[in-house]
């Protein structure tokens, strides 16, 4: 670490994800339906904003616009699920579609990639069935 050097990390390090829609609605709508035990919270200042949170990250669904579009590119955050197929199962239940995986990795888990009906990436990561969750 250099000298000096401010703490970029905090102990709780990602805060909030924002994807970014046409559809603001739809999409939080959306999300809610896919991901069970979201909870659904607003703030007034200094905008109104609707959003998720899940495990203490804010889910930020935001309009798409010239610099940030809708589509699978850059980053992909990767939740953690302690029953990987049943997740994948449940995404591809309410319209979400398979974009790369799912495959073996690790310490007996599984990951994957989906796209949600605006092109946006939800990774996943998970046991492998029969295999003890590393969380």
Known sequence: MQKNA???IAAKPILAVLV?????R?????????LPGAIRKKISEP???EYLELGGVMLEIVPADEKVT???AG?????????FEASLTHLLSVGAT??????DIEHGQRMCQA???WGNCIGLRGPALGANSVV
Not at 20 to 24: I, N, S
Not at 26 to 34: G, H, I, K, S
Not at 98 to 103: C, E, H, I, S
């Open 115 to 117: 796209r949600d009906p």
């Open 20 to 24: 970014h829609v046409p559809d603001v």
């Open 75 to 83: 980053s992909v955050v990767y939740w953690n699920t302690p029953d």
């Open 47 to 49: 905008e109104p904003l």
């Open 98 to 103: 398979l974009y790369r995986g799912p495959g």
């Open 26 to 34: 739809a999409a939080l709508d959306w999300y809610e339906r896919a």
């Open 70 to 72: 809708n589509a699978a």
């Open 6 to 8: 401010p703490q970029i």
